[in-house]
Each structure stands twice: as structure tokens, then as C-alpha cells.
């Protein structure tokens, strides 16, 4: 079966590559041309220009739908097996072993789900080029359904057409622009001094060793999860929640847990007709609806004194005659500037809060692991980051473009261990992928696991390795827009992409200025799937002062 791959879609490399391993389309450092489909030769870019028909494979045909390989037609008996088998928690290793028994393209049907699941840049490429002005992905009814019934607004991550594409302009300018991520650095760069700062007490009250030389070993986990948190309230809300004091609020350990419990029961849920469960009232649907109402209450009180704050602060200024230019957050400058419904803002900002906590704190305990677990390229990461800080004098913008290495870093971890195991689209027009038809609006996922580990893609795959991504970079025509797809791509891409990159940049920056990181074990982490992959058990690490 594997001999049909290599037959219609094929790599031809420039002269004096290494290597002479069939590469099945993927793209590795060397330089490399895919062959599509369509017969035209593609350097890995968006734009590349395109024959008006499309030819025929090799073998005189593309192949039909229903000929693309697949684990099993009856989508209710794959569902039992994957229950039966306990195979959700481990969807991605799943992918990654179907990858290597049908080949770069399956077909999967799973109770009211079906999909064509690829991993190779060229295929994705191929897909990302037929999005479309209105890119769609798949809809997370469960998350729908509890909106639809409590009669809450759905925000873009729920949202579709014209409607989600004018909602997402306006956010856009206030979360993803340059000028609001310079707003917003200050914020997060204060929270993760606090951090630092609470972790070098701890250190020295609990640590072993003598007075200032101590070290502690400890599972980071619960700290981490309450930077997050507080970071992002600080972000959206313009208030510190005061995370990292000696006892912090019950209230917000319930949102995490809210958020923890809401992310484990959306999996199962999404191939079961949602409205029927919450009709039987199954307690996997009650668990997950209560999970959301205390996530809306949550931020639906933060709200409240958000407008509060802003209401007493346009009084005050309107006296004195003098606006000021104290940034107060994402939610103070959408209600100032008054372009969407408050009830829009509330479900846009509940979005940004429940998807901003575990999908910052857990890549966080990845870097931490596998920084400790490789000393020789921490110190090197460290030692950029050193100078880079030292030259910035305290502006962390440019203390952060200074130091190339920890973003290479976070790319790193989320190529290893990708929060989202996969990118979904419906493509608008009828496709060909690895001489398939693909019919439009069919659901394609770009399978973000598999391809972070695969040796046709990434050279040496198991190496953690930072310094691959600015190589790369400066390498034209490889692909590389496709090949780190943590964030999503395009229009559709993670809307609190820059939060979650700053956040977590900036974190391991204080980190690696005021400690060494060590690991007992360098046994690889153990993980498994809710609604992001995370470690099965989160590894404890030993900080030193320095």
C-alpha cells in the first residue's frame, strides 16, 4: 500500500542534497520540490502558482474518495472500540500508528464524526490554499449546545461566516495587532517577575543546601496553572487576581478545575448527538454543562466590575479633563471603544479565559523538562537570554527579540508535544491530496503529532532542538509555514496566539535568569489526550538559585 504513496507524490531534491530515502512528500532541511497531484512542481509557498485543470496521477487517474484508506466504515462500531480500547486518551499515538500502517492520508469515522486525516506540509499546504475568504473548522457542538440552551452568545471560536469574520477584525486589533501585544507585554512581564519571585522564596523556605545556594524539587504543575490564570486576568481584566499569595482565592481553584473538568468531557461528547444527552440527562453532559456555567459565572463577575471600574474611571476623567495612558486590558478597551454588544464581548472574553489557562500552564511544564533534561542546550538558551536582557535595559519586547533561542523553544515543545493535536478545515472546492479526491466540504485534519515526530518531515524528529527553527528561517522554499502549526494558520488562527506566546516566553525567561533546572529522570514524559495532550503524570523538577 505504501508503494502507492511513493508512486504519486514524489520529492525531487536539488543537487547535492543528502540522502537518498524516498521522502513521501515531506519536506526536511534539504532543499526539496513537492510533486502534487496536479503535476506542478510546489516550493512549499501558499502562492505558488497552479495549472488552471488539474491532471491526472501517474497512473493515468485520481483516485476516488472511496478509495482512500480508512480504519473501519461503521463509525457507532469504531466508537465502541475506541471506548472499549480507552483509545481517546491516546488519539494521538493512535494517529501516529495509522499514519505508518495506511500511509500520509486515512480516512476515519467515528460515530457522527468523519474525517481525511493527513500530516505531510505539502498536503496541508494543499488544503490551507482552498479555505476560502470564511475558513471554517470543526465545530465543537458540545461547546454550541451549552451556549444554544443557556441562550448565551457564541463567540468566534463558535462562530462561522461574515459574522465571525467582522467579530474577529475587531479582536484582532485588540489581541493579535503589534500595537496591542506592546500594550499587553508590561502586564505579562510583571506577572512573570511575580512568579520568579514567589518561587525564590519557596525555594529558599522549603530548598535543601545552604542559605542562597539551595535547591527544591517540586511538581510545578498547581504553580504553573495559577500563573496562567493570573496572567491572563491581567491581560483581559486589567486586575491581578493575587494568585501567589500564601492562600489564594477558593475561586479561582474552581475555575481551573472548571476548566480542567470542561476540557476531559468534551472529547467523548463530540461524536454523540449532544441534544439527545442533555434530553436523557447523561452525567457526562451535566458534568460538562455545569463546567460551563461556572466558567461564565466566573468571568461574568469579572465583568461586571469591569464595567464598573470603567464607568468610575470615565467620570473621573471627564472632570479632570484627561484620558491618561494606563492600559487596562482587552475587556476595558472593547467596552470603551463600544464596536461589539456587551453580550459579544462577554462571550469572546469567557473564550479567552477558558482557553488560555491549560494551554499555556502544560506546554510550560514540557519546556521546563525538557530544558532540565538537556543542560548543555539550557545553558546555551540561558546564556542568549543573559545578554539579550542585559542589553534591553528592562524593556521585555526587546529583551525578547534579543533572544531567538527561547522562541525557538516554545516551537520546540509545541512541535514535540502540540497543545491541539490537530487543524481542521473544509475546503471550498473540490481538492486532490496524495491523488485523492477530496470533495468540498469534506472535513480534512492537518495532524499536528504525527507530524512533529515523523523522520519525513523533521530531521533527527526525537531531538529537542531550538536552534533547527531559525535555521529554517532563513531557508526559502522549505515549507516552514507548514510545518509549525501549533497556533492554527491564516485568518483562523488561535485568536489568543500572541497572549500565549509572550506569556510563556517571558516565563521562561525569569525562569532560566534566576534558576538552573534539573531532572532525576530523562525517561521521555508519558502523555495523553483530553482536549490537549498533556503529561500523564506532570514531571517534578529540581530548582536551583543562581
Known amino acids: 500500500m505504501r508503494n502507492m504513496y511513493i508512486q504519486v507524490t514524489m520529492c525531487i531534491r536539488a543537487q547535492g542534497t543528502r540522502g537518498s530515502r524516498n521522502l513521501l512528500c515531506g519536506v526536511v532541511p534539504q532543499r526539496a520540490l513537492c510533486m502534487t497531484a496536479a503535476g506542478t512542481a510546489v516550493d512549499g509557498k501558499i502562492g505558488a502558482e497552479r495549472t488552471g485543470v488539474r491532471k491526472r496521477g501517474v497512473d493515468g487517474r485520481v483516485r476516488r474518495f472511496d478509495e482512500i484508506p480508512h480504519t473501519g466504515r461503521n463509525g457507532w462500531v469504531n466508537l465502541v472500540k475506541f471506548w472499549r480500547e480507552d483509545r481517546f486518551r491516546q488519539l494521538h499515538k493512535h494517529m501516529e500508528r495509522t499514519f505508518n500502517t495506511l500511509g500520509p492520508i486515512y480516512?476515519?469515522?467515528?460515530?457522527?464524526?468523519?474525517?481525511?486525516?493527513?500530516?505531510?506540509?505539502?498536503?496541508?499546504?494543499?488544503?490551507?490554499?482552498?479555505?476560502?475568504?470564511?475558513?471554517?473548522?470543526?465545530?465543537?457542538?458540545?461547546?454550541?449546545?451549552?451556549?444554544?440552551?443557556?441562550?448565551?452568545?457564541?463567540?468566534?471560536?463558535?462562530?462561522?461566516?461574515?459574522?465571525?469574520?467582522?467579530?474577529?477584525?475587531?479582536?484582532?486589533?485588540?489581541?493579535?495587532?503589534?500595537?496591542?501585544?506592546?500594550?499587553?507585554?508590561?502586564?505579562?512581564?510583571?506577572?512573570?517577575?511575580?512568579?520568579?519571585?514567589?518561587l525564590r522564596v519557596r525555594v529558599e523556605r522549603e530548598g535543601r543546601g545552604e542559605e542562597g545556594k539551595r535547591t527544591l524539587t517540586m511538581d510545578p504543575s498547581p504553580d504553573l496553572f495559577r500563573f496562567a490564570l493570573e496572567a491572563s486576568c491581567h491581560v483581559i481584566y486589567g486586575e491581578r487576581i493575587g494568585l501567589f499569595s500564601s492562600s489564594p482565592s477558593l475561586e479561582s481553584q474552581k475555575f481551573i478545575w472548571a476548566v480542567e473538568r470542561m476540557l476531559a468531557t468534551t472529547p467523548p461528547l463530540l461524536y454523540l448527538p449532544p441534544r439527545l444527552?442533555?434530553?436523557?440527562?447523561?452525567?457526562?453532559?451535566?458534568?460538562?454543562?455545569?463546567?460551563?456555567?461556572?466558567?461564565?459565572?466566573?468571568?461574568?463577575?469579572?465583568?461586571?466590575?469591569?464595567?464598573?471600574?470603567?464607568?468610575?474611571?470615565?467620570?473621573?476623567?471627564?472632570?479632570?479633563?484627561?484620558?491618561?495612558?494606563?492600559?487596562?486590558?482587552?475587556?476595558?478597551?472593547?467596552?470603551?471603544?463600544?464596536?461589539?454588544?456587551?453580550?459579544?464581548?462577554?462571550?469572546?472574553?469567557?473564550?479567552?479565559?477558558?482557553?488560555?489557562?491549560?494551554?499555556?500552564?502544560?506546554?510550560?511544564?514540557?519546556?521546563?523538562?525538557?530544558l532540565g533534561r538537556n543542560p548543555e542546550l539550557q545553558e546555551r538558551v540561558r546564556q542568549q537570554v543573559r545578554a539579550s536582557w542585559a542589553q534591553a535595559g528592562g524593556d521585555p519586547q526587546k529583551a525578547l527579540q534579543g533572544a531567538p533561542l527561547l522562541k525557538g523553544t516554545i516551537k520546540e515543545i509545541l512541535r514535540l508535544y502540540p497543545v491541539g493535536t490537530t487543524v481542521q478545515r473544509y475546503p471550498i472546492k473540490d481538492i486532490v491530496l496524495q491523488n485523492y479526491h477530496i470533495p468540498a466540504?469534506?472535513?480534512?485534519?492537518?495532524?499536528?503529532?504525527?507530524?512533529?515526530?515523523?523522520?519525513?518531515?523533521?530531521?533527527?524528529?526525537?531531538?529537542?532542538?531550538?536552534?533547527?527553527?531559525?535555521?529554517?528561517?532563513?531557508?526559502?522554499?522549505?515549507?516552514?509555514?507548514?510545518?509549525?502549526?501549533?497556533?492554527?494558520?491564516?485568518?483562523?488562527?488561535?485568536?489568543?496566539?500572541r497572549i500565549a506566546e509572550n506569556e510563556m516566553q517571558l516565563l521562561l525567561m525569569h525562569i532560566l535568569l534566576s534558576f538552573c533546572l534539573s531532572v532525576s529522570s530523562s525517561e521521555d514524559i508519558k502523555t495523553t489526550l483530553t482536549l490537549i495532550l498533556q503529561p500523564e503524570t506532570p514531571p517534578r523538577i529540581t530548582f536551583r538559585k543562581l
Open 441 to 497: 466540504g469534506t472535513m480534512v485534519q492537518a495532524c499536528l503529532y504525527p507530524m512533529g515526530r515523523s523522520a519525513e518531515v523533521f530531521e533527527e524528529p526525537q531531538r529537542f532542538d531550538p536552534g533547527r527553527w531559525g535555521k529554517e528561517e532563513s531557508q526559502k522554499g522549505e515549507g516552514t509555514g507548514f510545518r509549525y502549526l501549533a497556533f492554527g494558520f491564516g485568518a483562523r488562527q488561535c485568536v489568543g496566539r
Open 107 to 198: 480516512r476515519e469515522h467515528l460515530g457522527t464524526q468523519s474525517s481525511v486525516n493527513i500530516m505531510l506540509p505539502c498536503d496541508i499546504s494543499e488544503l490551507f490554499r482552498s479555505e476560502g475568504l470564511h475558513p471554517r473548522r470543526m465545530t465543537l457542538q458540545p461547546w454550541a449546545t451549552h451556549r444554544e440552551t443557556r441562550q448565551h452568545s457564541k463567540g468566534v471560536f463558535l462562530k462561522n461566516g461574515d459574522e465571525w469574520r467582522a467579530d474577529r477584525l475587531l479582536l484582532n486589533k485588540e489581541v493579535m495587532m503589534s500595537s496591542a501585544v506592546k500594550r499587553f507585554l508590561p502586564l505579562l512581564d510583571d506577572v512573570a517577575r511575580d512568579f520568579c519571585r514567589m
Open 277 to 370: 444527552l442533555l434530553r436523557i440527562g447523561a452525567p457526562l453532559w451535566t458534568q460538562h454543562a455545569s463546567a460551563w456555567d461556572h466558567i461564565f459565572s466566573h468571568a461574568e463577575a469579572r465583568i461586571q466590575r469591569g464595567y464598573q471600574r470603567l464607568s468610575s474611571s470615565q467620570g473621573r476623567k471627564s472632570q479632570v479633563g484627561a484620558a491618561g495612558d494606563h492600559y487596562t486590558g482587552v475587556l476595558s478597551q472593547l467596552m470603551e471603544k463600544g464596536q461589539l454588544s456587551l453580550d459579544l464581548i462577554k462571550a469572546n472574553i469567557t473564550e479567552l479565559m477558558a482557553g488560555g489557562v491549560d494551554t499555556t500552564a502544560v506546554p510550560l511544564q514540557f519546556a521546563l523538562f525538557e
